[in-house]
């Protein structure tokens, strides 16, 4: 199976702040990276696909990049609504997996 | 709009069955990969099978040979058949929609909370 490290697994970090998020796969996915955002007692909601593709209806400020086995999601500027955890999930395989997590906490 | 609301979730023995119930709206289930993830109390999200539109089923290792993923085509359900339960499978089981063209899950269930515990 192919593993999908995260870390650090929580940041603190202020209102307007750029937030950079990694994550690493332990064997080359090429683009099969997406990123999904997750609050309290709520489903997932899917970010970023692709590595690089905005969800249709996620604001501009998430952005993701990489490929091969080094990715980042990016918050240019830290919003009050973002403070949540993040997860990493590769789809290259037929058994997909997701992330550790990240958590982003308010600094 | 695109509807997926779960059911059959609750209180189980170690060692003992449930199945869970996916009702899907909006889409057809038979023309779309479906797949089930959940989540344990605090922890993270685990990807646990998914049922091609062709009809193949595909589990994590995790749940392998105890659970087993199908649709009713008629009623435009998912489902998810769990047996041999283990504390450890105690979590928020959410059904989701793939979108295979981008190969990513985009429509998510509000979820179903499984307890195993004697």
């Known amino acids: 199976d192919i593993q999908m490290t995260q870390s650090p697994s929580s940041l603190s970090a202020s209102v307007g702040d750029r937030v950079t998020l990694p994550c690493r796969a332990s064997q080359s996915i090429s683009s099969y990276l997406n990123w999904y955002q997750q609050k309290p007692g709520k489903a997932p909601k899917l970010l970023i696909y692709?590595?690089?593709n905005l969800q249709s209806g996620v604001p501009s400020r998430f952005s993701g990049s990489g490929s091969g086995t080094d990715f980042t999601l990016t918050i240019s500027s830290l919003q009050p609504e973002d403070f949540a955890t993040y997860y990493c999930q590769q789809s290259y395989s037929t058994l997909w997996t997701f992330g550790q997590g990240t958590k982003v906490e308010i600094k | 709009e695109v509807l997926l609301v779960e059911s059959g979730g609750g209180l189980v023995q170690p060692g003992g069955s449930l199945r869970l119930s996916c009702a899907a709206s909006g889409f057809t289930v038979r023309n779309n990969y479906m797949s089930w993830v959940r989540q344990a109390p605090g922890k993270g999200l685990e990807w646990i099978s998914v049922i091609y539109s062709g009809g193949s089923p595909y589990y994590a290792d995790s749940v392998k040979g105890r659970f087993t993923i199908s649709r009713d085509i008629s009623k435009n359900t998912l489902s998810l058949q769990m047996n041999s339960l283990r504390a450890e499978d105690t979590a928020v089981y959410y059904c989701?929609?793939?979108?295979?063209?981008?190969?990513?899950?985009?429509?998510w269930g509000q979820g179903a909370l499984v307890t195993v515990s004697s």
């Open positions: 989701a929609r793939v979108r295979f063209d981008i190969a990513a899950t985009k429509d």
């Open positions: 692709a590595a690089s």
